[in-house]
């Protein structure tokens, strides 16, 4: 009976022993917590204020037939004249007069240059009176051809009251080799020529040559309305007051709230330079390409940039419409922190279960140093084959430099090394927890990422509806502008906060479908 008593007290005392040590372990973790000395960070310099250039080209499409449709409308559609007397010494008093009428217009290009053509017809009419000489002379070559007295009588009636006329048939073809000068003017240059069938009128003997009598006068009026439009054309500013419509509404700050990542952003447009090409003629189309290079940059509040409108132009080779938009985004550790957290706190390493010991993420940080992101874990180690669970909690520190996957337009870790500081965590957390450390490490390479997508699409969605404010279909003018694609192209941070530059790809083209009469 003593025997079994003094068992019984061994066994008491043992396990008192044991839960008095237990206890005595829990209470150091809460009264002395386990961590290791974090390294030292040395304090960046402030990300320098940033610019990125963006630009818009777009290609204006003039087609040929709304050019056709307003030369048709403009041009005057009846012409009349009055030509010198060819034949003086014959006829008298004469009056020749013509009339024509153009047809419809039609436009055709190549090369760079627009032909515009046009059928003429009319009439040219003769009227007046024989001179005295004439008169004679046709009354004595009737008086040896019918006898005398039949002379006498003709001599006695002078001939008068001509009246001929003869049909005009030609057309006028009009060419113009536009050039665009850094003025915001363009110049048309444009020449007419004329071309009439030869046709000929014979009054009283006189032959009279149509095209001889009517082209000059014909000639001097096209001429004459060329050289009207011509100017007007060269004169004309709506070119650049368009421009200037366009410039003062692309130069503003405009919000980009959204997504948590735009919250209070702004997304500031500020054009510096305006390009253009030469004008290319088709067999379709006129196309005239102007561009606007602007500096683009995210701010957290509204600005109120300067955007002086350029005197000149600047010409440049002709380029496919485009639209690039670059914009850097700022974003601060602590949001950053957030994120982190979410995909390691209350994760468990190694995750299948295979190690001796179970590391579980309690807290997780980011802090930035150098070309470095430090990751801080606060971690949990627990012996899986102790008969107690011995184990304990630590923070250790895991160096990382971040990198942009362009492809999957993600932020992820890369050369991720333990930070020599926390070696002394291993003391504290066991032996056992040092084999844990390397999943750890692997599962912050393979998983420490900030899914960058939905940001990088609101993003895109965001500037796509600036860029909206830009399209329009009205005063016969249609706008198109669509964002095809957001490109994440670099990285850079400091102390506080991590910036990434987004790149917005896509198209702007401009159809005009109606012109305004010349």
Avoid at 396 to 412: E, N, S
Wanted: proline content about 6%; charged content about 20%; hydrophobic content about 45%.
């Amino acid at each position: 009976m003593r025997l079994n008593l003094n068992l019984r007290n061994i066994l008491l005392g043992v396990v008192i022993l044991v839960a008095s040590f237990f206890i005595a372990l829990k209470a150091m973790d809460w009264v002395w917590p386990r961590e290791v000395n974090k390294p030292v960070l040395a304090k960046l310099p402030p990300l320098p204020p940033v610019n990125r250039s963006s630009s818009i080209i777009a290609p204006i499409t003039i087609p040929l037939a709304v050019i056709r449709d307003a030369a048709d409308r403009a041009a005057p559609r009846n012409f009349a004249g009055k030509a010198d007397n060819p034949a003086a010494q014959i006829l008298q008093n004469a009056d020749i007069g013509w009339t024509a009428s153009r047809g419809p217009i039609s436009a055709s290009g190549a090369n760079n240059v627009l032909s515009l053509s046009t059928p003429l017809t009319g009439t040219l009419k003769v009227t007046g009176s024989l001179s005295a000489g004439a008169q004679g002379a046709v009354s004595n070559a009737l008086g040896k051809l019918l006898g005398g007295n039949v002379a006498k009588q003709i001599g006695r009636v002078n001939i008068k009251n001509l009246n001929a006329d003869a049909e005009i048939k030609g057309n006028v073809v009009m060419t113009a080799r536009p050039t665009l000068a850094t003025n915001w003017r363009i110049d048309p240059n444009l020449t007419a020529q004329v071309n009439l069938g030869d046709t000929n009128l014979s009054v009283a003997g006189a032959r009279v040559n149509v095209p001889a009598q009517v082209k000059p006068v014909i000639d001097k009026a096209v001429n004459e309305q060329i050289a009207s439009l011509q100017q007007r054309i060269r004169d004309d500013p709506v070119l650049e007051r368009n421009a200037r419509q366009q410039w003062a509404q692309m130069c503003r700050s405009i919000p980009l709230q959204g997504a948590a990542a735009l919250q209070g952003l702004y997304l500031e447009m500020k054009p510096v330079r305006a390009v253009a090409a030469q004008p290319r003629i088709d067999a379709s189309n006129v196309t005239l390409t102007l561009g606007v290079e602007a500096e683009t940059r995210i701010t957290s509040g509204a600005t109120k940039p300067n955007c002086p409108f350029p005197a000149a132009l600047t010409i440049v080779p002709a380029t496919p419409g485009k639209l690039n938009i670059g914009v850097p985004i700022d974003m601060p550790f602590t949001d950053i922190n957030k994120i982190i957290e979410a995909q390691f706190a209350g994760k468990t390493f190694p995750e299948d279960g295979s190690g001796s010991v179970d590391v579980t993420v309690k807290k997780a940080s980011v802090a930035a140093a150098g070309n470095r992101l430090l990751i801080s874990l606060l971690v949990r180690a627990k012996e899986k084959k102790s008969w107690f669970g011995f184990g304990g909690e630590a923070t250790v520190h895991i160096w990382g430099k971040p990198v942009l996957d362009q492809a999957q337009q993600t932020l992820r870790l890369t050369d991720v090394q333990l930070a020599v500081e926390s070696e002394a965590a291993f003391g504290l957390l066991g032996a056992a927890a040092r084999a844990a450390m390397p999943y750890l490490q692997t599962a912050l390479a393979e998983k420490a990422t900030i899914d960058l997508k939905p940001f990088a699409s609101t993003a895109q969605k965001k500037i796509a509806a600036v860029i909206a404010d830009f399209q329009k279909s009205d005063d016969g003018v249609r706008v198109t502008a669509d964002i095809s694609s957001l490109r994440l192209a670099d990285i850079a941070f400091d102390s506080q906060t991590l910036r990434v530059i987004a790149e917005a790809n896509g198209a702007v083209n401009v159809t005009v479908k109606t012109l305004p009469a010349l």
